[in-house]
């Protein structure tokens, strides 16, 4: 028999991550309502979680990371790809890249133009703005006095300066901010940091929360299940050290796991592709066939560049000189590489003249690795990764067994289009081209990665792009919005789960199309207007 936890909850919230962070802070805000928050990964007490460049040291090690793969995939020529996640308080957003990016305001009309009322930009720019706390202070764009801390980057690169130059040259012009609406353009990206420290939605929402009396987080607890009685979700079972314990809520349980972990729930609970999941041994408690499919991610071709007679972090790292001075740095004054975003330098763009909105993003970096968790190259270089915004390719996350120790197979079906295909190509044509403007001549730019020996038609760049295609940790609408009358929605545009009450599913996976740039802003958005809608439903 499983244990019973104590006391008595009206929401349990799944997941401590980017959304469920903010979500725990607004339910619980009114002190009538008792809230428990549900988290696998443990506190966010490792220097590396908070110093930004931590990044490098997260990814990849099991305090930190979820230590997921994909499957060899076709798309990238057999090879398959490190997938982490966040498992800490805070989520990915305590261990992600800290790029602040809203997407574009055409990404939030396409929603509402599937038919999903209360999505379109104008309806969420509020909520972008409630979020907010932008060191610009409040304006048309933003808000200040949120939670949500953005800052400008606290260093710049000679080299990187002339990328944008290169830009410009190419007739990219300079904004001052991507997160206006529209994201056309080349800037140094903004970020989610506090003085020089990583500001994660633990520390922005969860952390400061935690002072009330009705909220209450467990941690080190993974979620096995649902449980659902009379076509309604009343709780969850959880396990701990091997414990099997229930928790029960009386008005909603908010699924928050992610875009792996929310399906990893709901397929152990029986809901999901009934194909997939019988032939597991799980009874199916509904036949969903939206659960798991539409995994959408954003997929970079990394681009890595030689350069000469001008700084990268590559050789800077290697000089134990130079090390010390970069650690003296942020000692003292909070600034220089530690604080630093590994990409600094975005630029928004259109893969071919035809495209209605820029459809390709650059991550510029003042560095270079193999793989992440592989070390700095020795010679001073830069990356130019480039990644298509709007893929068309539709991937795949379901349980390898019913275990909940089991990891999932997750198959994103990288370039498995034709479209996502020749974007690929064409950015890495744009890339080549970018190299080659005058502002970056002095720098004498040698091609790396994908090399010169890689041909510029099509098919070469296409097939150069499966070698050095690598995610960028962007997997969204597994559980997807969507109308009543699509048999793929698997929640409606006020989040409640099609079919079963009680039950919500607020994070990244709800996403019915993937958002033009990085998607932490967009999945805290998602969570605001989440918790506003369970407010006044229960109203
Ligand atoms: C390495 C990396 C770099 C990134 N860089 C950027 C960037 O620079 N900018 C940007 O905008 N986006 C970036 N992203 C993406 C962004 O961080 C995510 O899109 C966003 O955090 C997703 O939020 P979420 O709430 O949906 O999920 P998550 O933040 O992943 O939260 C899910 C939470 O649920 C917990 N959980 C899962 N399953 C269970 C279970 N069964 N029981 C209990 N708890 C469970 C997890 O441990 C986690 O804490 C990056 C992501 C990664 C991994």
Redesign the pocket.
């Known amino acids: 028999m499983p244990r019973r936890l104590e006391g008595e909850f009206d929401y349990i919230v ?7 962070c903010i979500i725990a802070n607004r339910l619980s805000a009114a002190p009538g309502n008792r809230v428990l928050i ?4 443990g506190d966010d007490n490792w220097i590396w979680f908070h110093i930004p460049v931590g ?1 490098l040291f997260a ?1 990849g090690n099991p305090r930190s990371d ?1 230590m997921f793969k994909t499957e060899a995939e076709p798309g990238l020529n057999g090879r398959s790809l490190a997938y ?10 305590s ?7 809203r997407g574009q305001a055409a990404d939030y009309d396409h929603w509402r133009q599937l038919g999903l009322t209360g999505w379109g930009y104008d309806d969420v720019l509020p909520l972008f703005k409630r979020l907010e706390d932008h060191f610009l202070g409040a304006s048309e764009h933003h808000g200040a006095g949120g939670g949500w801390r953005i800052e400008a980057p606290r260093l710049s690169w000679a080299i990187l300066d002339a990328v944008g130059d290169a830009a410009e040259e190419m007739g990219i012009k300079r904004i001052p901010d991507f997160n206006t609406g529209d994201n056309e353009g080349t800037s140094y990206f903004h970020v989610n940091q506090k003085r020089g420290r990583r500001w994660s939605s633990a520390r922005g929402f969860l952390k400061p929360a935690l002072r009330r009396p009705n909220l209450r987080l467990e941690k080190h ?3 096995d299940r649902l449980i659902v009685e009379q076509g309604r979700a009343v709780g969850v079972r ?1 396990i701990r050290n091997g414990e099997i314990t229930e928790a029960r809520a009386k008005r909603e349980v908010v699924l ?4 792996i ?1 929310s399906v ?2 709901l397929h152990r609970s029986g809901i999901g592709p009934a194909d997939w999941l019988s032939p597991l041994g799980i009874d199916i408690v509904m036949d969903k066939p939206g659960v798991g499919r539409n995994l959408q991610d954003h997929l970079q071709q990394r681009a890595i560049y030689k350069v000469e007679g001008v700084r990268t972090l590559n050789e800077t790292y290697y000089n134990l000189f130079r090390r010390g001075l970069m650690g003296l740095d942020y000692a003292f004054r909070r600034r220089g590489p530690l604080t630093m ?1 590994p990409s600094q330098l975005g630029i928004f763009t259109r893969s071919d003249a035809t495209r209605a909105r820029a459809n390709i993003q650059f991550h510029v970096q003042p560095l270079s690795l193999d793989k992440f968790g592989d070390p700095l190259h020795r010679f001073p270089a830069i990356t130019v990764s480039a990644c298509n915004l709007q893929p068309t390719s539709r991937g795949t996350v379901r349980l390898r067994s019913a275990s909940p120790d089991e990891k999932p197979i997750i198959a994103p079906n990288y370039l498995s289009t034709d479209d996502d295909r020749q974007v690929a190509a064409d950015a890495i044509r744009t890339t080549r081209r970018l190299m080659q403007q005058k502002a970056l001549a002095k720098y004498r730019p040698s091609e790396y990665l994908p090399g010169p020996t890689v041909g510029d038609d099509d098919a070469s760049l296409a097939k150069a792009a499966g070698d050095i295609g690598t995610t960028i ?2 997997p ?1 609408g597994t559980a997807k919005m969507g109308t009543a009358n699509d048999p793929m929605s698997v929640v409606d545009e006020r989040l409640r789960f099609y079919g079963l009450g009680s039950l919500r599913i607020v ?3 709800i996403m019915p199309t993937i958002t033009s740039g ?4 967009p ?1 805290a958005m998602i ?1 605001e207007k989440g918790a506003t809608m369970i407010l006044e439903d229960a109203k």
């Open positions: 799944v997941g401590a991550g980017t959304a469920g549900l988290e696998a990964g990044y990814i979820w982490p996640r966040g498992k800490v308080i805070g989520g990915c957003s261990i992600n890249a800290m790029i602040s990016m607890v993974l979620v959880f928050s796991a992610g875009s972990g990893q729930v975003a940790f962007h969204v994070d990244a996976s990085n998607t932490n802003t999945t969570a």
